[in-house]
C-alpha cells in the first residue's frame, strides 16, 4: 500500500465546507523567495485559492509584505553602507533580535532594498530570482490580486497576517489603523472582498473584529507558548488554553475560524512519525470555527517521518499524502509553500457535480 493509500484508508473527518482551500504560504514561497509579487503571483497562476501574507509596518506608517520586522535574512539591506547605522538590537515579543527593522525605515528607504531567498540551503533554486524585486506593500498585493484575479476570471482570497501588533502598539505604529486604510482605499472591505485578518495575538483581532466585515482567524501555536501581546501583559495564558473549550468559546465571540499549526491536528509519536488525529478540528467544527493548517512543505526537513523520502533534507518526500492525512482529519484549509503539490489531493476530494 502506498503511503497515499495509507492515508485514505483512514476513516474521514467532514470539513465545514464543500472543499477545502489551498492557500500559498508566502505566496509559492518553495518556487519563488517567499512575499515577492512573483511569488504570489506564481501561486495565483498554480490555481490557488488564497495567498497568504504577513505585513509589518514602516517608520511611517506603511504596512509592508514580510515574515518578520528583521529583514536581513530577506532583502540586501546589509549591503548598502548607508543604512549601516541602523542595525541594532532590539526584544521583540520577548526574543532578543539583531539586525535591520522595518520600522526603522520609511517606505522611500525601504524601497531602495530588494529581496532575496530566505533559505538559500534548502532551496538554491529559488536564489535565480534573488535582487529581482523590492519589498511590496500590502497596496500593491491587494492590486495585483485584483488584477489576477480578473485575468483568470475567478476571485482569489488574500488571508492577511498581521505581525507583532502589540510590539507595534507600543511603538506607537498600530497596524489595525492603515489595514483599514489599505481595506478602504481597495473597496475591500465587505463580505465578498475574500480578504481574511488573522494573527497570533488575541488584541488586535478582538479590535478589529467589530470594525471589519471580514472573516477573522485566530492564529495558534505550540500548545505551551503563549500569544506575545497575552505575555507582554503578564497573562499566562498559553495557546493551549486557548484551545480548552473556555477558550474555544472566548475565541467564538470574534473570530470565525483558527490556524494551527500541523501538529495540532495530527501529533507526531516519539519516532517523528504521525500519530491519530487529535479532537482540535471536531472541537472548532462543533462551534462552526473553521480550520486551516499551517505549513504543509514539500522537503523531508519538514515531513514527519513516515512521509520523508530519500535523499537529502533538502529533497522532496510525500507532500501529497500528508495533504491527503490532513483532509482525512477534516481541515477546512491548507496552507502551504507548494500549492503545485497540494492541489490535485485536493481537486480529488471535490464531490462529482
Not at 475591500?188 to 497570533?200: A, N, Q, Y
Not at 504543509?296 to 500528508?322: I, Q, S, T, V
Amino acid at each position: 500500500m502506498t503511503l497515499t493509500e495509507l492515508a485514505r484508508s483512514t476513516a474521514r473527518e467532514p470539513s465545514l465546507v464543500v472543499t477545502p482551500a489551498v492557500v500559498a504560504h508566502r505566496g509559492a514561497s518553495g518556487h519563488r523567495p517567499e512575499h515577492t509579487l512573483d511569488a504570489y503571483r506564481t501561486a495565483i497562476r498554480m490555481g490557488v485559492d488564497d495567498i497568504e501574507l504577513d505585513v509589518v509596518v514602516t517608520r511611517d506608517g506603511v504596512l509592508v509584505a514580510r515574515h518578520e520586522n528583521e529583514i536581513s535574512a530577506t532583502t540586501d539591506v546589509a549591503d548598502h553602507p548607508r543604512f549601516a547605522d541602523r542595525r541594532t538590537t532590539k526584544v521583540v515579543d520577548g526574543h532578543v533580535v539583531t539586525g535591520w527593522f522595518t520600522e526603522d525605515f520609511t517606505l522611500v528607504e525601504l524601497k531602495q532594498l530588494t529581496t532575496r531567498e530566505r533559505l538559500p540551503r534548502l532551496r538554491p533554486a529559488n536564489t535565480e530570482y534573488d535582487r529581482c524585486e523590492g519589498v511590496p506593500t500590502l497596496g500593491e498585493v491587494f492590486a495585483m490580486v485584483q488584477a489576477e484575479s480578473v485575468r483568470r476570471g475567478v476571485g482569489v482570497g488574500v488571508m492577511v497576517e498581521l505581525k507583532h501588533a502589540a510590539y507595534f502598539d507600543a511603538l506607537g505604529l498600530p497596524l489595525d489603523r492603515p489595514l483599514l486604510d489599505d481595506l478602504a482605499r481597495h473597496g475591500l472591505d465587505h463580505p465578498r472582498s475574500r480578504v481574511t485578518i488573522m494573527s497570533f495575538e488575541t488584541t488586535i483581532l478582538r479590535r478589529l473584529a467589530p470594525e471589519v466585515r471580514l472573516p477573522v482567524v485566530q492564529l495558534v501555536g505550540r500548545r505551551r507558548e503563549r500569544p506575545a501581546d497575552l505575555a507582554a501583559v503578564g497573562d499566562r495564558r498559553t495557546f493551549a488554553d486557548l484551545l480548552s473549550p473556555d477558550g474555544l468559546a472566548d475565541i467564538d465571540e470574534y473570530a470565525d475560524g483558527l490556524g494551527v499549526m500541523k501538529g495540532l491536528v495530527l501529533p507526531r509519536d516519539r519516532e517523528g512519525r504521525t500519530g491519530r488525529p487529535s479532537t482540535l478540528v471536531r472541537d472548532a467544527h462543533r462551534r462552526w470555527l473553521t480550520v486551516h493548517v499551517w505549513t504543509l512543505r514539500a522537503e523531508n526537513a519538514y515531513l514527519p517521518a513516515d512521509f520523508r523520502g530519500p535523499g537529502h533534507r533538502r529533497d522532496h518526500g510525500h507532500l501529497a499524502a500528508e495533504a491527503q492525512a490532513h483532509l482525512d482529519a477534516g481541515v477546512d484549509g491548507i496552507i502551504t509553500d507548494h500549492p503545485d503539490l497540494v492541489l490535485p489531493v485536493v481537486s480529488a476530494t471535490r464531490p462529482a457535480s
